[in-house]
């Protein structure tokens, strides 16, 4: 452990700001003075260009967007829902002592559910936020089919070269990249672009359908090189080359999926990597990348709208309802959660259809309260 | 107006606030500290993306570890420590499996102080950002010039498309405020930071 001088700190930065006092000088003089280090700290705080460059490169940084990320990711239980903080400060026991209250509760008030989910409950709108590189933002509201970010929408809006993009739960878009590569995102997912000189890249978290432009690299060839798109999903880099496929990568790195229909894509992982053709898709078995081929026929899910379970269990298939259709999910029954279920369904059905069809397999049962799904075992 | 909110917060207890898991508290240290972090691991030669990624770690270990902070000192060696190793880390594990080219030699200016100096240098500049960063819009301005950019009234003048005048009245306005924000107790009462290893 060392010691350090915050009173230095406030030295410096008053040179700066306001200047010093003599005696504050003199103070940071015999500073200075004591060893080499701190003469070469002083001296780098001099530097007027890389003061600039410092203060120009912290204003770089959004603070409020990857709070905004961290806060849909960690916090969406204990923000909103000020009951559950002291969840957190009492700890375990606590939170067990909830799940009993619960369940009491639940044994008491039977009579409190609707067999039918609210009438408000609707799938997925077109909803969305885009901010571009300039820190213009635009939204995507319930009508729109397409956001164009290629050409300048508004006379405004200058061509991005990088942009974040997010949907809330119960939200999707469809956009067009400046590039020209095409982009249907499902509820809560946060795409961010960014296009330099030698390549395109996408940091994705959640699950998305690309199309990919072809590009060409800039530089002057016999061959002219295509120009890479790079999605990083975690710690996933797929690399494409003009190509159609579908990526879901989500907080849970299990759930990471990678699934090619046309073109050609390479996945890496660390040290491994995978080429996929058309037909092949990658997953993760104990924690590894591992290709498998898909059904030719499955057309793709998002993009066409269609949820596809291929033998999932449930609570892969409640996940993405709820996100889907903004309810939340609560399990009465922990056994039902690993029943698996395989069924495709359109994305437009009401959530009443969905139910349904999922309630006809005789495993499981729903009972809804407000924006709340209970699902418990059939007895 | 929304600085003004977050200063009457500071000074209330938001450590209280971050300790019992609101959101606000963790907020505040987002919004003091992100920037700075990310800037701090820019200085070590790693890209924007990467950077990102390390310091949200960072911030969610920090999270789930907030019942162990008693000290705003701590949670700032903390994150500046956290920040560092992952990205050394990084740098490795890069290094090892792609060979990287890149030369480290650019920008070794800081890198080449000891930790301890680094950290001074770093909270130097985040004390400075924050403190033009509260002043009303013209003032910022008009400060940035003169401070940051290091230029003459006349040159901050020409450059704003503004009156000598008026760059002298912000001046006087701009260092008065800056002396009520500047305060050495303000926001670190004690005057020892910890580093954690």
């Known amino acids: 452990m060392e010691p350090i001088p915050q009173h230095i ?58 709070f905004e990320i961290f806060e849909q990711d960690y916090l969406s239980n204990t923000a909103t829902k000020p009951v559950f903080n002291r969840i957190w400060t009492y700890g375990i026991a606590a939170a067990l002592v909830g799940l009993l209250v619960l369940f009491f509760v639940h044994n008491l008030s039977d009579k409190g559910y609707q067999q039918t989910p609210n009438k408000d409950i609707q799938p997925a709108q077109m909803t969305g936020r885009v901010r571009l590189g300039n820190g213009q933002s635009i939204s995507m509201i319930p009508g729109d089919t397409l956001l164009s970010l290629g050409k300048p929408i508004h006379p405004t809006v200058s061509q991005a070269d990088s942009l974040f993009a997010a949907t809330p739960r119960g939200g999707k878009m469809t956009i067009l990249l400046p590039d020209g590569t095409k982009v249907w995102m499902n509820a809560q997912t946060q795409l961010d672009y960014y296009e330099v000189d030698s390549l395109r890249e996408v940091r994705l978290v959640g699950e998305a359908y690309f199309e990919v432009a072809k590009k060409y690299l800039p530089l002057a060839g016999e061959v002219p090189k295509l120009k890479p798109f790079v999605v990083q999903a975690g710690k996933i880099h797929v690399s494409v080359l003009g190509t159609h496929f579908y ?52 057309r793709n899910a998002l993009k066409d ?75 | 107006m929304k600085n003004k909110v977050n200063q009457e917060f500071s000074k209330q207890d938001f450590l209280k606030s971050f300790r019992e898991g609101r959101r606000d508290g963790l907020q505040f240290l987002y ?57 050394l880390n990084r740098i490795q594990q890069e290094n090892r ?7 480290y030699t650019e920008q070794l200016d800081l890198v080449d102080l000891p930790i301890s100096h680094q950290m001074i240098y770093m909270e130097t500049l985040r004390t400075i950002h924050e403190a033009i960063d509260t002043l009303p819009e013209q003032c910022k301005q008009v400060m940035r010039k003169l401070v940051v950019e290091d230029l003459s009234p006349q040159e901050a003048a020409v450059s704003l498309g503004l009156a000598t005048s008026t760059i002298y009245n912000q001046k006087k306005r ?21 580093l954690y290893y």
């Open chain 1, 9 to 66: 700190i406030y030295l410096l930065s008053k040179s700066k700001l306001e200047g010093l006092r003599d005696d504050e000088k003199q103070q940071l003089d015999y500073w200075k003075s004591e060893t080499t280090a701190n003469k070469g700290l002083c001296d780098l705080i001099e530097d007027k260009n890389e003061l600039l460059k410092g203060l120009n490169g912290i204003s770089n940084y959004d603070w409020e967007k990857s």
């Open chain 1, 247 to 298: 990526i879901k990568s989500t907080k849970n790195p299990e759930d990471f999926k990678t699934t090619l229909y046309e073109g050609k894509v390479r996945v890496r992982q660390g040290e491994r990597q995978i080429i996929l053709l058309p037909g092949e898709e990658t997953y993760i078995k104990v924690g590894q990348i591992e290709r498998r081929t898909t059904d030719p026929d499955l």
């Open chain 1, 305 to 379: 709208g269609y949820f596809v379970f291929n033998s999932e269990p449930l609570t892969v298939v409640m996940d993405e309802l709820a996100a889907w259709y903004n309810v939340e999910v609560v399990y009465l029954d922990n056994q039902v959660k690993s029943e698996k279920f395989e069924a495709m369904l359109s994305r437009n059905s009401s959530l009443k259809d969905i139910i349904n069809v999922l309630e006809s397999t005789g495993k499981i049962r729903f009972k809804f309260k407000g924006k709340t799904i209970y699902v418990e075992k059939t007895t």
């Open chain 2, 31 to 87: 919004k003091t500290f992100y920037s700075p972090m990310c800037y701090f691991l820019e200085k070590m030669t790693l890209d924007k993306g990467a950077i990102e990624e390390i310091v949200q770690d960072v911030f969610l270990k920090l999270w789930e570890r907030r019942i162990d902070f008693d000290h705003v000192e701590s949670i700032r060696g903390f994150l500046y420590t956290s920040c560092r190793n992952a990205a």
């Open chain 2, 97 to 103: 499996i792609q060979q990287k080219t890149n030369s």
């Open chain 2, 174 to 194: 701009g260092i008065e405020l800056l002396r009520q924000r500047l305060k050495p107790d303000q926001f670190f009462c004690l005057l020892l930071l910890f």
